[in-house]
């Protein structure tokens, strides 16, 4: 017998391999997590090159001494979700859609938002911008009974629930400007954190494409 079976024999050792339901789970997870994924056909190695382990044909994630826990060949090696951005027409329309529901934002600066995604041209002390957060946003909607949708927005301890039109003027605007979807059990949702976004109406009012971006994390 080669070192290899010999190897694989070792991983084999009973108690040491996750059922394939909880794999499953596992991998679920992990995507909800992070978006943004790498696919392999192949077991994931260190940076030296030296092979972590084997999976071993049935499911299952093999665990070495060491603790460090494998997937097998078959599935996603998933990386975590980095921060995403996004600039122009859809960073000024997620701005002008979150703004109308953050209290933290004075009226003044909520009207010349509305201005700026109607269309016109807005006044504003030069130099200055406008900043709208939100700490997250979760829309859902229904693929199966159609005429449900909402959305939940967090702006530190204030919350606020949409239903209808409103909901789904986020929920829209938020797949415009780039938001990964993801679905389970009949529904659709489109979920950040840490939004944050910077309009200068000025650079805006110029129409030359620039004076709007948004930064946030994909996900729940």
């Known amino acids: 017998m080669g070192v290899a079976e010999d190897e694989e024999r070792e991983l084999r050792a009973p108690g040491e391999c996750m059922k394939p339901s909880e794999v499953m789970q596992a991998l679920y997870d992990k995507l909800q997590a992070a978006p943004h994924v790498t696919c392999s056909w192949l077991l994931p190695k260190f940076r030296d090159g030296r092979h972590l382990g084997r999976a071993d044909g049935l499911g299952n994630i093999l665990m070495l001494k060491s603790g460090f826990t494998i997937l097998p060949a078959a599935l996603l090696l998933v990386q975590g979700a980095p921060a995403a951005d996004t600039s122009g027409p859809g960073a000024l329309a997620m701005a002008g859609v979150v703004a109308l529901h953050e ?118």
């Open 103 to 220: 209290t933290g934002l004075s009226t003044h600066k909520k009207r010349v938002l509305d201005k700026l995604f109607a269309g016109h041209h807005a006044f504003y002390p030069v130099g200055q911008k406008i900043i709208v957060k939100a700490h997250k946003i979760e829309c859902r909607q229904s693929n199966v009974a159609i005429n449900e949708r909402s959305c939940a927005l967090t702006f530190g301890t204030h919350n606020v629930n949409l239903t209808g039109r409103r909901s789904h003027e986020i929920f829209a605007t938020l797949i415009e400007a780039g938001v990964p979807s993801d679905g389970a059990a009949g529904s659709v949702f489109e979920r950040l954190t840490a939004l944050t976004c910077t309009i200068d109406p000025n650079e805006v009012n110029q129409n030359a494409g620039g004076g709007a971006s948004c930064t946030f994390s994909p996900g729940p």
